[in-house]
């Protein structure tokens, strides 16, 4: 496989400590382009910055998600807001709470598609309230069958 397309996990603390220092969008945008960032990804995760400062700690971690996102230019794509209709800010996953929520209920029939393991860094939250996460690395598929394994190792 090809070599992942997204920023380091350094990239993406510094992007996000942008985010937190800017006074208004404007600010933001003028700052990323001086420091030479003018691509969506870094759009994306200094407004995360922006929006929820100290609220989010930006450390890698390993995620865990219902099928493999979409991907693009050799790296993934942000997760789809059906109910929305518009993207996330990043690519959704499973925690032990969105596991006993209504959302979950629906997804437990997609677990055929395979349930992956991610790692990346949470900067925001989708519109079942889910985490978002800025992955840096592929996803690799993991052996685990249903629901109920996968809230095991949660």
Not at 67 to 75: C, F, K, L, S
Request: aromatic share 12%; glycine share 10%; net charge negative.
């Amino acid at each position: 496989m090809t070599k992942y397309n997204g920023y380091s996990i350094n990239t993406v603390k510094k992007l996000y400590a942008i985010g937190t220092e800017a006074s208004g969008e404007r600010e933001l945008s003028n700052t990323l382009e001086e420091a030479g960032y003018v691509d969506y990804d870094a759009m994306q995760i200094a407004m995360a910055g922006y929006l929820y400062g100290s609220e989010i700690t930006i450390e890698e971690k390993e995620y865990y998600r219902i099928g493999e996102p979409a991907i693009v230019y050799d790296q993934y794509l942000p997760s789809s807001n059906f109910a929305e209709n518009k993207k996330e800010a990043g690519v959704s996953i499973i925690t032990t709470k969105w596991l006993h929520s209504i959302s979950a209920i629906f997804f437990s029939g997609k677990v055929s598609r395979g349930i992956y393991k991610m790692t990346g860094t949470v900067i925001g939250f989708g519109g079942d309230d889910e985490p978002v996460i800025y992955p840096t690395n592929w996803a690799e598929k993991t052996n685990i069958k249903n629901l109920d394994e996968l809230e095991k190792i949660l």
